[in-house]
């Protein structure tokens, strides 16, 4: 079972970028998706999540340029981020919650990271 994120790169300040983070491997089910980052000499934190039934949840210095959503069936999530700022620059991290069988919860899986630079 592993998260593969993939989208990060190099864009202006004022530019775009779409991330992924496909999920695989024997998962019956997954609850909560979602995206972290973690700048250089900085904590990890959230930027964004959604629940199996689409509520989201946004970092307050992200709302209004990111969206977080989901593909159920492709057990992917995305974060598309608009309006970039040099302070977006950092490692992005997904995040999945989950059961592995009816039975078993607590699944805690992350991806590798993908990195993000905002700079001119």
């Known amino acids: 079972v592993q998260l593969q994120a993939s989208g990060g790169g190099l864009v202006q300040p004022g530019g775009s970028l779409r991330l992924s983070c496909r999920a695989s491997g024997s998962i019956f089910s997954i609850k909560a998706m979602g995206w972290y980052r973690q700048a250089p000499g900085k904590q990890r934190e959230l930027v964004a999540d959604i629940t199996s039934d689409g509520s989201t949840n946004y970092e307050t210095s992200v709302k209004g340029r990111f969206t977080i959503s989901r593909d159920n069936a492709k057990r992917t999530v995305y974060l598309q981020m608009k309006s970039l700022k040099p302070e977006d620059t950092a490692a992005y991290y997904c995040?999945?919650?989950?059961?592995?069988?009816?039975?078993?919860?607590?699944?805690?899986?992350w991806g590798q990271g993908t990195l993000v630079t905002v700079s001119s």
């Open positions: 995040n999945a919650e989950g059961c592995s069988d009816p039975w078993t919860c607590g699944l805690d899986l």
